[in-house]
């Protein structure tokens, strides 16, 4: 059965920094590279970030780059979203997901290489 859970979100004020993890279980971790997705209120979930474990390259969103990191810890199957110096443009539910490769990052299609979706998890950043 497979798992994917995220943790780490919740409240901070502008300027602050949360570390989102998303523990997966029930796929081989190493056949995927992770994306990370977010859904504000009243807007479209957009993809932040795909990163490829197997050699480290991460793309990310304009809005994100140099304040988001991503990181693996392949032992324990668990990726990471490291964010730093957040505003309340980045509040949102994020969503990890383990993507069948990052060639299309940053299209419509990029989503429907997801074949597997973390549950969610709220981040607000309040001013």
């Known amino acids: 059965e497979v798992h994917f859970v995220e943790s780490g979100g919740g409240l901070v004020q502008a300027g602050g920094s949360l570390r989102l993890s998303c523990e997966a279980s029930?796929?081989?971790?190493?056949?995927?590279?992770y994306g990370w997705f977010r859904q504000a209120p009243g807007k479209e979930r957009e993809g932040v970030s795909c990163?490829?474990?197997?050699?480290?390259?991460?793309y990310s969103i304009d809005s994100v780059k140099g304040r988001f990191t991503f990181s693996s810890d392949n032992a324990k199957n668990t990726v990471y979203l490291q964010m730093n110096s957040l505003n309340p443009e980045d509040t949102a539910v994020y969503y990890c997901?383990?993507?069948?490769?990052?060639?299309?990052?940053?299209?419509?299609?990029?989503?429907?290489?997801?074949?597997?979706w973390g549950q969610g998890i709220q981040v607000t950043v309040s001013s």
């Open positions: 990163f490829v474990i197997r050699d480290g390259r991460t």
């Open positions: 029930g796929f081989t971790f190493a056949h995927y590279a």
């Open positions: 997901a383990a993507v069948r490769g990052c060639d299309y990052f940053g299209t419509d299609f990029y989503s429907r290489l997801v074949d597997y």
